[in-house]
């Protein structure tokens, strides 16, 4: 199948590589001449575990080209994916400048029967945008569906290998047929492949994200209690998750969620009840507890200090919000280090793979480090935000050379207090007493 996929960001370069690796000839359109060159030398500007590999090998075998040539993409292609960006304006609501401007490219560019795809997260009624768009300018035949995504970013390329269940918005049995033909070579072991209105499509994307970051949110504030209680956040959540009720998934205290997608998601499906004259009160608190989490550790290393951390120097280890990315949307490292700088501390930070991104969100604020120890030279404290499996068992004897106070904050929730504290550091960690 002739397939083009409009945007080449975390989602648009994982679905047209993976889509070229089941055979498919796919071309990736993006207005960013710099980003295409790249591509076409197979190196790929986002860092995701496997893609790079896919993309150089799928480049030598002709079957995925990069473009910037958006209307000859439209015409040699029969599946068009919109994965384009949908950014929160500034009352949380999505911005679809880019979905509609380039439906309109679309519409005017046509030439024969399209379906046309939109992978973005997106309002409820999105579809009926794009139909309406396209619909001023085509004079072929066309149909629009919905088909969001629920990528992981750090294990994306396996996610679309092998996804839990591909959703598909539309009520064309034309385009259903296609899609069906589409996705067969990754639902042959029976995952569901679920057809619905294009408006339950849509919301579905939302509200999982939502019930994702709910439960993240949740079990911060159940680690909160646990603090003040003296119980054990740890044992809390194996004894929660092990009912197949809820789940061991997204369980896990920390700092918060970030990224490009719970903080995104959620706000604008808020948004979207308020435009309805709905008051979505639960997750008006999750976004709460969520802004508050990353404040209340930073809290809790002022209090340390006796709220004095002038010329105090702190290392950071993690960057992105997660493991496994280079993505600094939302992240939680951004809000402890601006704290931390606000008060008049120095820091110096490590992470294994987004360090050149945080320099977007940083600039020169910090002390950037070519390693984990290299951060920790004279160090009055370490605190640790994201969960690289490389920080999960260091070298506690070389870190107490380096240091000049043995105290770790640990926002993850790393380590054993006990075994910490028999290494001669002072530990503090979420919801862990």
Not at 181 to 188: E, H, N, T
Not at 242 to 259: H, I, T
Not at 416 to 421: K, L, N
Request: hydrophobic share 40%; aromatic share 10%.
């Amino acid at each position: 199948m002739k397939i083009s996929v409009i945007g080449t960001g975390y989602v648009g370069l994982v679905v047209g590589t993976c889509f070229a690796e089941t055979g498919n000839d796919v071309i990736c359109v993006d207005i960013d001449e710099k980003k295409v060159r790249m591509l076409r030398k197979a190196k790929s500007p986002i860092y995701e575990p496997g893609l790079e590999e896919l993309i150089k090998k799928n480049i030598h075998e002709k079957r995925l080209s990069f473009t910037t040539d958006i209307q000859q993409a439209i015409k040699k292609t029969e599946v068009i994916f919109l994965a384009l960006p949908t950014p929160p304006l500034e009352d949380g609501a999505a911005d679809l400048q880019h979905v509609l401007g380039v439906a309109k490219q679309i519409g005017q560019s046509m030439n024969g029967y399209k379906v046309v795809v939109n992978k973005s997260t997106v309002p409820v009624g999105t579809v009926d945008k794009v139909h309406e768009t396209i619909s001023k300018y085509a004079k072929h035949e066309f149909d629009v569906v919905s088909n969001p995504e629920f990528l992981k970013e750090g294990a994306a390329v396996m996610d679309f290998l092998k996804p839990d269940r591909i959703v598909i918005g539309t009520r064309s049995r034309r385009a259903i047929k296609i899609m069906e033909d589409l996705y067969s070579p990754f639902i042959r072991t029976g995952n569901p492949f679920i057809v619905m209105d294009e408006r339950s499509s849509e919301l579905t994307k939302y509200a999982a994200n939502s019930m994702l970051a709910t439960k993240i949110s949740f079990m911060n504030e159940v680690a909160n209690l646990c603090e003040r209680v003296g119980a054990d956040v740890e044992m809390v959540r194996k004894g929660v998750g092990s009912d197949p009720r809820v789940g061991p998934q997204f369980l896990f205290a920390g700092v918060g969620y970030g990224g490009s997608c719970f903080p995104k998601d959620v706000s604008a499906l808020v948004k979207t009840s308020e435009q309805y004259k709905y008051d979505f009160s639960i997750l008006n608190a999750v976004m709460h507890v969520n802004k508050n989490q990353r404040l209340l550790f930073t809290k809790k290393i002022l209090s340390y200090f006796k709220n004095d951390i002038k010329k105090k120097h702190i290392a950071i280890w993690g960057l992105s919000f997660k493991p496994n990315t280079d993505d600094m949307r939302e992240a939680p490292s951004v809000t402890i280090i601006k704290e931390l700088l606000k008060h008049g501390a120095s820091v110096s930070v490590y992470d294994p793979v987004a360090m050149k991104e945080a320099k977007r969100y940083l600039r020169n604020s910090v002390r950037y480090c070519k390693t984990d120890y290299d951060a920790l030279k004279g160090a009055e404290a370490l605190v640790v935000v994201t969960e690289w499996h490389e920080f999960r068992r260091p070298d506690f004897d070389k870190m107490k050379k380096l240091m000049h106070n043995y105290v770790v904050f640990d926002g993850r929730n790393l380590y054993d207090a006990a075994v910490m504290r028999e290494k001669g550091f002072e530990y503090f960690s979420i919801g862990r007493g």
